[in-house]
Antibody
């Protein structure tokens, strides 16, 4: 059974940093691209960042480029999102999501999602 | 970036009703269109990929169609567990943008 378990969310002040983790199990982690998708309170879904299965390529939305860094450890079956210079508008539930493809640009949609972790940016 | 729109933003329907949700892309995306269902407080669930292919385990009352810029998600006979918000997403061009969602609630 595929499982994705996020952790690391919490309350952080504007300008602060946070590192999210997503522990994966039940599939060959290195074979699939992974993404972070966020959802602000009461709002829709927003793709944040993605990484290829081999970790050779990463991609980020313009809204987080230069502030957020996605990475993965294929030995630990874990996906990460390092978030720096956080802003109030980054407040959201952050989901990790498994792609059906190895590479981001071949995406066939996100077939499994974690339960999400809440990040609140406030003073 | 490709903009995705959905209509209607919300709808009220009864159990057994046929429901159709429309998704439109700001440019042609061939059939690179996915659909998700989300219930309050839960993660999205993958329903349909490549515009019309049903994800494994999804009931056959769900179907998708369309190509180019116009797509539809149809629920042939609405069930109590189908009351949720539905999102489309294009996977044709990065960033892979989502539509704003369509909320389906009980009439």
């Amino acid at each position: 059974e595929v499982q994705l378990l996020e952790s690391g969310g919490g309350l952080v002040q504007p300008g602060g940093s946070l590192r999210l983790s997503c522990a994966a199990s039940g599939f060959t982690f290195s074979s699939y691209a992974m993404s972070w998708v966020r959802q602000a309170p009461g709002k829709g879904l927003e793709w944040v960042s993605a990484i290829s299965g081999s970790a050779g390529s990463t991609y980020s939305a313009d809204s987080v480029k230069g502030r957020f860094t996605i990475s993965r450890d294929n030995f630990k079956n874990t996906l990460y999102l390092q978030m720096n210079s956080l802003r109030a508008e980054d407040t959201a539930v952050y989901y990790c999501a498994k792609d059906g493809a190895h590479d981001y640009y071949d995406s066939s949609g996100y077939d499994y999602w974690g339960q999400g972790t809440l990040v609140t940016v406030s003073s | 970036d490709i903009q995705m729109t959905q209509s209607p933003p919300s709808l009220s329907a009864s159990v057994g009703d046929r429901v159709t949700i429309t998704c439109r892309a700001s440019q042609s995306i061939s059939t690179y269109l996915n659909w998700y269902q989300q219930k309050p407080g839960k993660a999205p669930k993958f329903l349909i990929y490549a515009a019309s292919s049903l994800q494994s385990g999804v009931p056959s009352r769900f179907s998708g169609s369309g190509s180019g810029t116009d797509f539809t998600l149809t629920i042939s006979s609405l069930q109590p567990e189908d009351f949720a918000t539905y999102y489309c997403q294009q996977s044709y061009s990065s960033p892979f943008t989502f539509g704003p969602g369509t909320k389906v609630d009980i009439k």
